[in-house]
Structures are given as structure tokens and as C-alpha cells.
């Protein structure tokens, strides 16, 4: 069975693909980046915005993380 992901936000959701295609871009984000940057929040974007919510004090430092990320996958 095929499971689509997406993240939800205001009153949108973002489809974003299958649950395995997210599993593998966080075990990316854990394998390739948080090494690099070890004294990051990694939580904020590993366990916060996929499994809960972001607080919105919390946006700022999500989008600088997700920044790395990018450039990382880059």
C-alpha cells in the first residue's frame, strides 16, 4: 500500500510523496548533514515539523536549518 506524506499548514496540506520518499530525506538529513553540524537543533526539523508542530518562535531557526540542508544536498 502506497502512503502519500504531506504537511499541513494553515488550512493547506502539501503533498510532498510517499512515506518511504520521506523517510529517506530525513535518514539524509541524519546520515549527510547533522554530522557536519553537530551543534544544530536537528530536532526542530527531524522530530518537530515532521512528527508535531513548530511553534512560531521556532520558524527562523527551521528555515536556517533547512537552508544547510539544501545547500548540503546541493
Do not use: H
Not at 10 to 33: A, K, N, P, R, W
Amino acid at each position: 500500500m502506497l502512503i502519500k506524506i504531506g504537511f499541513r499548514g494553515g488550512g493547506s496540506v502539501y503533498e510532498l510523496g510517499t512515506d518511504s520518499d520521506m523517510q529517506l530525506f530525513f535518514d539524509c538529513i541524519l546520515y549527510y548533514v547533522l554530522p557536519k553540524y553537530p551543534d544544530q537543533n536537528w530536532s526542530l526539523i527531524t522530530d518537530r515539523l515532521y512528527r508535531r508542530y513548530l511553534k512560531l518562535e521556532e520558524s527562523d531557526a527551521a528555515v536556517a536549518l533547512m537552508k544547510l540542508v539544501e545547500k548540503e544536498f546541493k
